[in-house]
Structures are given as C-alpha cells and as structure tokens.
Nanobody, 123 residues
Framework: QVQLVESGGGLVQPGGSLRLSCAAS????????MGWYRQVPGKQRELVAG???????NYADSVKGRFTISRDNAKNTVYLQMNSLKPGDTAVYYC?????????????????WGQGTQVTVSS
C-alpha cells in the first residue's frame, strides 16, 4: 500500500510564500515522475509543475518564475516552493507520483495522489 501525504498549505497574503511538501511511503520499489496539480471548484484539475527522477522540470505558464519544484529521492519527497503568490493561485493542491510497486513477483507502475492541501491567497 502506498500513501502520499502533503503538508504546508494555509492562508497567505498576496506576495507571500509557501512551501508544500509531499512524502510517499509504503511498499515503494521506485518512483518516476512526481508533480503538483491544483483544482478550484467547478474547474478541472491542472498541472502546476512536474519533475522527473533525474530532475528535469516543467511548469504551467502561469507559475513560471514564481514556483519551484524539487525532490529528494532518498526521502521519496517532492516539494513546491511558491513565491509571489497571487489570489489566482488559491486552490486545493494535490501531489502526484508514478510509483512502481511489487506484489509477490508481479510489479506495476501506477499513479498515486495525495489527499490535497488548501492554499488560500487573500488579504
């Protein structure tokens, strides 16, 4: 069984910063890509930032230059440093990871999601 546990959300004023963390635990053999998504009510979940195991990153245009994604492979953890936050960044943020697990002699890659953490940017 695999779990992704997020932390670091909260209320922040416009222009402020927050750092989200997401730790994967359980019967993990390997983790490939990890990423952060966000969702507001009535809209589809959207990719905010992604990072490969080798550290290659990609960002949504709306967060380029303000957000930085990073990961610690030894800790199975991905981070999202969010600076210069705007009210439009308000959403529930979810982490995602593509994880290889073993069941007996059978292994498979699957996508896992965290429970979500609320980020509210407001004065």
């Amino acid at each position: 069984q695999v779990q992704l546990v997020e932390s670091g959300g909260g209320l922040v004023q416009p222009g402020g910063s927050l750092r989200l963390s997401c730790a994967a635990s359980g019967s993990i053999f390997s983790i490939d890509a990890m990423g952060w998504y966000r969702q507001v009510p009535g809209k589809q979940r959207e990719l905010v930032a992604g990072i490969t195991r080798d550290g290659n990153t990609n960002y949504a245009d709306s967060v380029k230059g303000r957000f930085t994604i990073s990961r610690d492979n030894a800790k199975n953890t991905v981070y999202l440093q969010m600076n210069s936050l705007k009210p439009g960044d308000t959403a529930v943020y979810y982490c995602n990871a593509n994880i290889f697990t073993m069941r007996g002699i059978q292994g498979s890659w699957n996508d896992y999601w965290g429970q979500g953490t609320q980020v509210t940017v407001s004065s």
